[in-house]
């Protein structure tokens, strides 16, 4: 309580000055004012020494919260400080009475990584060490040569600033971080480039997005063939801040696939009066050219997902059964097995836009065995039948990929046969380096026929690719150490 200063309630030594009632009422003596506190700062410290490690492990902040390690008034030596995340764009804040490392929200391992500043060792700086990998970890350690003394507070703070991004696997030349974070030199968050690690061929899609979250064995997915705009167009020398690697490492960026249909299943190619696999071959038309372009015209490349079927070749809808293990395809089987947004209304094809599988705006990956290709946004998306002798059927308001004569709705049937489709999609920026046509494939044991469909294994898939960094991309802080020597508590 803030003393009563009003002139006449204190004497000149700051005593309260008693007022005394008429008694008429019985109302007692009572003091006009508050007595003031006369102790000096250095009196509401209490000896209380003593060592402590403060420690905590495995922390998940998400974008635009932060963690209070610690913040405390007291007095005493701070012998060190480690802080290990799986992201090298972790702030951390750090305050020692006056002191603050980095205003407002700390320093980065990007940002001391990029400017050299790994074992630099000095009172009151944080040195980086470099992981290589968000499983290793990115740390920032603070050890100086002699303890650090402070007399009133110290404060640790970890802050997420990493902005939400649905451009990560996407195009992003033109990336700028949120405002207290360096700006990544390279967005290598961006599509262009592959994972590869050999012996994960076998393993499902969602292990393989786990592996690339945390990858061991294997470098994480970085497309180092790109640039930052701002970068080379001068605007370092206004301030800008620049930091290694990038911000969508970890848990932060971690993938999630969505298979198209046309690879999830290997409809029946009739032939004569039998039957046999027509799987569907991912084949690409035109590669990247000077990749991967500018923000305002990004390169492009052109694939083809073509039903591996002879020239003159249908899809069975003639011979055998239909049913969980016939060879014969009815409207629904030929319909599920359609991909990129295609449906299938007795006799037409058509594009819904609606649909989760169309893939325009959208990004797109594939996937062969130990290698995930990031491609970029597809642009376009259209379907041909007959090895492309047909009409170039597009979706409502949709553009052409091939510039045939176009249409939004094709026939689809061949007596009762089904036609085998060709889609074409035109996708920025592409891949940096070559890529390698390949087929999907039937498992070896446990494979499923259900009307003339056969379901695939997931060692060649190709479709829809998201990120975690599109809503929240979160920081996992793996570990946290503080060690510091308390001399006096605070009371109060």
Same mark, same amino acid.
């Given at each position: 309580?803030?003393?009563?200063?009003?002139?006449?309630?204190?004497?000149?030594?700051?005593?309260?000055?008693?007022?005394?009632?008429?008694?008429?009422?019985?109302?007692?003596?009572?003091?006009?004012?508050?007595?003031?506190?006369?102790?000096?700062? *250095?009196?509401?410290?209490?000896?209380?020494?003593?060592?402590?490690?403060?420690?905590?492990?495995?922390?998940?902040?998400?974008?635009?919260?932060?963690? *209070?390690?610690?913040?405390?008034?007291?007095?005493?030596?701070?012998?060190?400080? &480690?802080?290990?995340?799986?992201?090298? /764009?972790?702030?951390? /804040?750090?305050?020692?009475?006056?002191?603050?490392?980095?205003?407002?929200?700390?320093?980065? #391992?990007?940002?001391?990584?990029?400017?050299?500043?790994?074992?630099?060792?000095?009172?009151?700086?944080?040195?980086?060490?470099?992981?290589?990998? !968000?499983?290793?970890?990115?740390?920032?350690?603070?050890?100086?040569?002699?303890?650090?003394? $402070?007399? *009133?507070?110290?404060?640790?703070?970890?802050?997420?600033?990493? !902005? +939400?991004?649905?451009?990560? $696997?996407?195009?992003?030349?033109?990336?700028?971080?949120?405002?207290?974070?360096?700006?990544?030199?390279?967005?290598?968050?961006?599509?262009?480039?592959?994972?590869?690690?050999?012996?994960?061929?076998?393993?499902?899609?969602?292990?393989?997005?786990?592996?690339?979250?945390?990858?061991?064995?294997?470098?994480? /997915?970085?497309?180092?063939?790109?640039?930052?705009?701002?970068?080379?167009?001068?605007?370092?020398?206004?301030?800008?801040?620049?930091?290694?690697?990038?911000?969508?490492?970890?848990?932060?960026?971690?993938?999630?696939?969505?298979?198209?249909?046309?690879?999830?299943?290997?409809?029946?190619?009739?032939?004569?009066?039998?039957?046999?696999?027509?799987?569907?071959?991912?084949?690409?038309?035109?590669?990247?050219?000077?990749?991967?372009?500018?923000?305002?015209?990004?390169?492009?490349?052109?694939?083809?997902?073509?039903?591996? #079927?002879?020239?003159?070749? &249908?899809?069975?809808?003639?011979?055998?059964?239909?049913?969980? +293990?016939?060879?014969?395809?009815?409207?629904?089987?030929? *319909?599920?097995?359609?991909?990129?947004?295609?449906?299938?209304?007795?006799?037409?094809?058509?594009?819904?836009?609606?649909?989760?599988? $169309?893939?325009?705006?959208?990004?797109?990956?594939?996937?062969?065995?130990?290698?995930?290709?990031?491609?970029?946004?597809?642009?376009?998306?259209?379907?041909?039948?007959?090895?492309?002798?047909?009409?170039?059927?597009?979706?409502?308001?949709?553009?052409?990929?091939?510039?045939?004569?176009?249409?939004?709705?094709?026939?689809? &049937?061949?007596?009762?046969?089904?036609?085998?489709?060709?889609?074409?999609?035109?996708?920025?920026?592409?891949?940096?380096?070559?890529?390698?046509?390949?087929?999907?494939?039937?498992?070896?044991?446990?494979? +499923?026929?259900?009307?003339?469909?056969?379901?695939?294994?997931? /060692?060649?898939?190709?479709?829809?690719?998201?990120?975690?960094?599109?809503?929240?991309?979160?920081?996992?802080?793996?570990?946290?150490?503080?060690?510091?020597?308390?001399?006096?508590?605070?009371?109060?």
């Amino acid at each position: 309580m803030q003393a009563n200063r009003t002139p006449g309630n204190f004497t000149p030594e700051g005593l309260p000055i008693a007022v005394p009632g008429d008694g008429s009422l019985g109302v007692p003596t009572v003091f006009a004012g508050t007595a003031r506190d006369m102790r000096s700062p *250095d009196s509401l410290f209490r000896v209380d020494e003593r060592l402590i490690v403060t420690e905590f492990s495995n922390l998940v902040i998400d974008s635009g919260q932060n963690f *209070d390690v610690l913040d405390i008034s007291e007095a005493g030596e701070l012998h060190s400080v &480690v802080v290990v995340s799986d992201n090298p /764009y972790l702030q951390v /804040y750090l305050q020692i009475d006056d002191f603050r490392n980095a205003e407002p929200n700390g320093i980065t #391992v990007a940002e001391l990584l990029y400017n050299g500043n790994l074992t630099q060792l000095a009172q009151r700086r944080f040195r980086a060490i470099d992981g290589q990998s !968000p499983t290793v970890g990115y740390a920032l350690v603070f050890e100086p040569q002699e303890p650090v003394k $402070y007399t *009133d507070r110290i404060r640790i703070i970890l802050y997420n600033n990493i !902005p +939400s991004n649905n451009n990560v $696997y996407g195009k992003d030349l033109s990336f700028r971080n949120s405002a207290t974070l360096p700006t990544p030199a390279t967005p290598a968050h961006m599509a262009g480039a592959t994972f590869e690690q050999a012996s994960l061929a076998s393993v499902s899609l969602g292990e393989i997005a786990q592996a690339m979250t945390t990858p061991v064995g294997s470098p994480a /997915y970085f497309s180092g063939k790109v640039y930052n705009e701002a970068a080379i167009n001068g605007q370092i020398l206004s301030g800008m801040k620049l930091g290694t690697d990038h911000p969508y490492v970890g848990i932060a960026g971690r993938p999630s696939f969505k298979s198209d249909p046309s690879c999830s299943g290997i409809p029946k190619e009739k032939v004569g009066s039998s039957t046999r696999n027509a799987p569907y071959r991912l084949k690409i038309r035109n590669e990247a050219e000077r990749f991967p372009g500018t923000s305002s015209a990004y390169s492009e490349m052109t694939l083809d997902v073509v039903c591996q #079927v002879g020239e003159s070749g &249908v899809l069975n809808g003639t011979n055998g059964s239909t049913g969980a +293990s016939g060879v014969k395809m009815d409207d629904t089987a030929y *319909d599920s097995h359609l991909g990129f947004g295609a449906t299938f209304s007795t006799p037409n094809v058509t594009f819904d836009t609606t649909s989760s599988d $169309y893939p325009v705006g959208k990004r797109i990956y594939y996937r062969v065995g130990g290698q995930v290709a990031m491609l970029g946004v597809c642009t376009a998306v259209s379907l041909t039948f007959e090895n492309e002798t047909t009409n170039e059927l597009i979706a409502s308001g949709g553009t052409s990929v091939l510039g045939l004569t176009t249409t939004t709705s094709l026939g689809a &049937v061949s007596g009762v046969d089904y036609k085998a489709p060709e889609f074409h999609l035109k996708i920025e920026p592409g891949l940096a380096g070559l890529s390698t046509d390949f087929a999907t494939e039937v498992p070896s044991t446990g494979a +499923s026929l259900t009307s003339g469909v056969t379901t695939t294994t997931e /060692y060649a898939r190709w479709g829809i690719v998201t990120s975690a960094a599109d809503s929240n991309p979160q920081i996992l802080v793996k570990s946290i150490d503080v060690r510091r020597r308390k001399v006096y508590s605070k009371e109060g």
